[in-house]
T-cell receptor, first 112, second 117 residues
Framework: DAGITQSPRHKVTETGTPVTLRCHQTENHRYMYWYRQDPGHGLRLIHYSYGVKDTDKGEVSDGYSVSRSKTEDFLLTLESATSSQTSVYFC???????????FGPGTRLLVL | AQTVTQSQPEMSVQEAETVTLSCTYDTSESDYYLFWYKQPPSRQMILVIRQEAYKQQNATENRFSVNFQKAAKSFSLKISDSQLGDAAMYFCAYTVDVIQGAQKLVFGQGTRLTINP
């Protein structure tokens, strides 16, 4: 299994508070992705990174920002959490673009 | 439009029998990859099988095989000799090129597979 960890694994927070989720990899892979999973929608891409300090938006990026200051860490920040951001968040990595994405264990976030 | 349709929200099969999960997708690209991922109750996303669109030969991984029909944009998963451990949500997905070599995955809504002992 690819060496991917996500922290925290579960979080409960209140509307309006900032939240940061961390994805950490030990594979030295170039590409990292953040997806969210909601009932009836499968997984949808939030943001992705194609190198250190190189990031771009996915299809559901509103309300989220990301940062990648080193190869192994990709952070997802909810600047001001809303109830609509209650979801399960998955990080994925791949060594190069045309390669399988391997997923972390997920973070369950509840925004009250 | 970038969409994946899994028309069977739920399916069930008897242990040791064969089941086929259907998937259709919509893409304008000619070169892409297709995947089936499995998500058991642990929530972990596990790769089941991968198909490269430029390859006509259908991918096979042990008891799992696909029927890839590129012109019809169809990508079904066949599970032979079903086992209790196969019970999970199954997601079909394909890749879309973005920038700098990155690819996003477009997922279907999933099919929940139950295995009856």
């Amino acid at each position: 299994d690819a060496g991917i960890t996500q922290s925290p694994r579960h979080k409960v927070t209140e509307t309006g508070t900032p939240v940061t989720l961390r994805c950490h990899q030990t594979e030295n892979h170039r590409y990292m992705y953040w997806y969210r999973q909601d009932p009836g929608h499968g997984l949808r891409l939030i943001h992705y990174s194609y190198g250190v300090k190189d990031t771009d938006k996915g299809e559901v990026s509103d309300g989220y920002s990301v940062s990648r200051s080193k190869t192994e860490d990709f952070l997802l920040t909810l600047e001001s959490a809303t109830s609509s951001q209650t979801s399960v968040y998955f990080c994925a990595i791949s060594p190069w673009g045309r390669e399988t994405q391997y997923f972390g264990p997920g973070t369950r976030l509840l925004v009250l | 439009a970038q969409t994946v349709t899994q028309s069977q929200p739920e399916m069930s099969v008897q242990e040791a029998e064969t089941v086929t999960l259907s998937c259709t997708y919509d893409t304008s690209e000619s070169d892409y990859y297709l995947f089936w991922y499995k998500q058991p109750p642990s929530r972990q996303m596990i790769l089941v099988i991968r198909q490269e669109a430029y390859k006509q030969q259908n991918a096979t991984e042990n008891r799992f095989s696909v029927n890839f029909q590129k012109a019809a944009k169809s990508f079904s998963l066949k599970i032979s000799d079903s086992q209790l451990g196969d019970a999970a949500m199954y997601f079909c997905a394909y890749t879309v090129d973005v920038i700098q070599g990155a690819q996003k995955l477009v997922f279907g809504q999933g099919t929940r597979l139950t295995i009856n002992p």
